[in-house]
C-alpha cells in the first residue's frame, strides 16, 4: 500500500487525493494505481491443464497393470475373454447351445427343467448379455467424462478470454487515469 508523499498517511487503491490532507495522489503514485489495475489478476493455469494437453486419456493396453509380465498378461488375456464374452454374437450361441440340452430337460422333470433354467440358461446366456450391458454402460460412462472434460476446457477457454478483456480494460483505466491526472 502506498502513502501520501505530504502527510504519509496510507492511500487507497483507488485514491487520486490523500483521505487525510487532500493532497493530489502525483504521477509516481498514478502509475503504481495504473500498474496495480492491470495486475488484478495474473492466471496461473493448473497443473493438469498443460499435462493433459501432453497426454490422451488412457484406453485399453495403457489401463492394464505394469506391475510384472505374469500380472500384465493375466490382465491381458482377462480383457480379451471378457471382449469375447461380452458381445451379443457369444449370447446368441450360448443360447444355442443351451436349448441343444433344454430336450433332454423337460423329459429329465421339473426339478431338471428348473435345474437347467437355473445352471444353464441363465449362468451361461445371461453372462454374456450382463458384460455387454457393462461395456455399454461403461462406454457410455467413458463419453461422459470426455464430454466432461471438453465442457471443462471449454469454460476454460472462456474464463480465459474474460480475462484478456478484463485486461484490455484496465489498460483503458490506466490510461484514462494518466490523462486524468496530466489535466489537475
Known amino acids: ?73 493375466n490382465a491381458f488375456l482377462a480383457v480379451k475373454i471378457t471382449d469375447g464374452v461380452g458381445t451379443m454374437w457369444c449370447a446368441y450361441a450360448f443360447a444355442a447351445l443351451a436349448f441343444i440340452s433344454l430336450p433332454a430337460a423337460i423329459d429329465g422333470g421339473t426339478a431338471a427343467l428348473i435345474q437347467w433354467i437355473a445352471q444353464t440358461f441363465l449362468q451361461l446366456v ?32 472462456e474464463a480465459l478470454q474474460i480475462q484478456q478483456h478484463l485486461a484490455a480494460q484496465d489498460a483503458v483505466l490506466t490510461r484514462l487515469v494518466g490523462s486524468l491526472s496530466r489535466q489537475a
Open 1 to 73: 500500500m502506498s502513502s501520501c508523499r505530504k502527510c504519509g498517511a496510507p492511500l487507497a487503491a483507488t485514491a487520486v487525493f490523500c483521505s487525510t490532507c487532500g493532497t493530489r495522489v502525483g504521477q509516481a503514485e498514478t502509475e503504481t494505481l495504473g500498474q496495480r489495475l492491470s495486475d488484478i489478476f495474473v492466471h496461473v493455469p493448473h497443473p493438469h491443464i498443460d499435462r493433459r494437453k501432453h497426454y490422451a486419456p488412457a484406453k485399453g493396453a495403457d489401463m492394464h497393470p505394469r506391475t510384472g509380465p505374469l500380472t500384465r498378461f
Open 126 to 157: 445371461l453372462l454374456s448379455i450382463i458384460i455387454v450391458g457393462q461395456k455399454v454402460a461403461g462406454d457410455a460412462s467413458d463419453k461422459r467424462a470426455i464430454d466432461t472434460y471438453n465442457d471443462a476446457e471449454a469454460v476454460l477457454h
